[in-house]
T-cell receptor, first 115, second 116 residues
Framework: TQLLEQSPQFLSIQEGENLTVYCNSS?????LQWYRQEPGEGPVLLVT?????EVKKLKRLTFQFGDARKDSSLHITAAQPGDTGLYLC???????????????FGQGTILTVHP | EAQVTQNPRYLITVTGKKLTVTCSQN?????MSWYRQDPGLGLRQIYY???????DKGDVPEGYKVSRKEKRNFPLILESPSPNQTSLYFC???????????????FGPGTRLLVL
């Protein structure tokens, strides 16, 4: 059983569409990170959210941390072919803003944006 | 150039033959971690280290050992590899200040391991 459930696992959309990826858990996280991974490479951090209810924006990407720090979402506006890749969420177990060191990843979302 | 290096990048071995995958970082990071990546399962943490001589189990530590004798190195040891350890392995490092969150993790290029 995955501690952090990520959905959907696959997403195939047309350029210009909007999309949302979700990460849900019954556990409380001290912080949650979103990564993007290209084939043949390691994941690259997009954002870290630490405070419950926090919203962060990175150009067309909007990240939200749930009020209870158990879930998070990634919303992409007007997707472009360059957004294609594997998106991963990772929750850090801990208390408040303190991490215990253990990180749990979701299963990942493979996003394909067609021109 | 700030980086995390892993060696080897590709490895084919046989069941039971001990192997070590090295990981080194040049960013003076406190936190280092090993993950394995399998299709449909995302990344799963094997072991992590908050600082020198401090290591702890992640979600899937069985069959693996680690050590953190120096800040820059965090080798992953498979004492007796089995076919179910065939996977893509990533090492990562980040800043970590006690009492705070884990910082930006920088990942190595990955090691693709096949155990026959």
């Amino acid at each position: 059983t995955q501690l952090l459930e990520q959905s959907p696992q696959f997403l195939s959309i047309q350029e210009g569409e909007n999309l949302t990826v979700y990460c849900n858990s019954s556990s409380v996280f001290s912080s949650l990170q979103w990564y993007r991974q290209e084939p043949g490479e390691g994941p690259v951090l997009l954002v870290t959210v630490v405070t419950g209810g926090e919203v962060k924006k990175l150009k067309r990407l909007t990240f939200q941390f749930g009020d209870a720090r158990k879930d998070s979402s990634l919303h992409i506006t007007a997707a472009q072919p360059g957004d294609t890749g594997l998106y991963l969420c990772a929750g850090a177990l801990g208390l408040g803003g303190t991490s215990y060191g253990k990180l749990t990843f979701g299963q990942g979302t493979i996003l394909t944006v067609h021109p | 150039e700030a980086q995390v290096t892993q060696n080897p990048r590709y490895l084919i071995t046989v069941t039971g033959k001990k192997l070590t995958v090295t990981c080194s970082q040049n960013m003076n990071h406190e936190y280092m971690s090993w993950y394995r990546q399998d299709p449909g399962l995302g990344l799963r943490q094997i072991y992590y280290s908050m600082n020198v001589e401090v290591t702890d189990k992640g979600d899937v530590p069985e069959g693996y050992k680690v050590s953190r004798k120096e800040k820059r190195n965090f080798p992953l040891i498979l004492e007796s590899p089995s076919p179910n350890q065939t996977s893509l392995y990533f090492c990562a490092s980040s800043r970590y200040l006690a009492g705070g969150p884990i910082g930006t993790q920088y990942f190595g290029p990955g090691t693709r391991l096949l155990v026959l």
